[in-house]
């Protein structure tokens, strides 16, 4: 049985690359950043995963999506790259 509690509205904007920490907390995800500025396309967003209240936000300095990794209490940010 699912319960939805939020939800994020990404009209006109790419949503993906979306983690979760082991605890459960918090998760993470990639989007197109604010001004569409080229090459670096992307910023990496935390959110509280009970409430979807963001709790930081990075530019992604790289133009391509990759995979988000959160450490299990959700403290720190591990993405790929090549």
């Given at each position: 049985h699912w319960l939805q509690d939020w939800e994020h509205e990404a009209t006109g904007n790419y949503t993906g690359g979306v983690t979760v920490s082991a605890d459960g907390?918090?998760?993470?995800?990639?989007?197109?950043?604010r001004d569409g500025r080229w090459p670096r396309d992307y910023?990496?967003?935390?959110r509280?995963?009970?409430?979807g209240a963001e709790v930081g936000r990075g530019?992604?300095?790289y133009s391509y999506r990759s995979q988000l990794l959160l450490g299990p209490d959700g403290g720190q940010l591990v993405a790929t790259h090549e």
């Amino acid at each position: 049985h699912w319960l939805q509690d939020w939800e994020h509205e990404a009209t006109g904007n790419y949503t993906g690359g979306v983690t979760v920490s082991a605890d459960g907390g918090r998760l993470a995800h990639m989007c197109r950043n604010r001004d569409g500025r080229w090459p670096r396309d992307y910023e990496v967003v935390v959110r509280d995963a009970t409430t979807g209240a963001e709790v930081g936000r990075g530019e992604y300095p790289y133009s391509y999506r990759s995979q988000l990794l959160l450490g299990p209490d959700g403290g720190q940010l591990v993405a790929t790259h090549e």
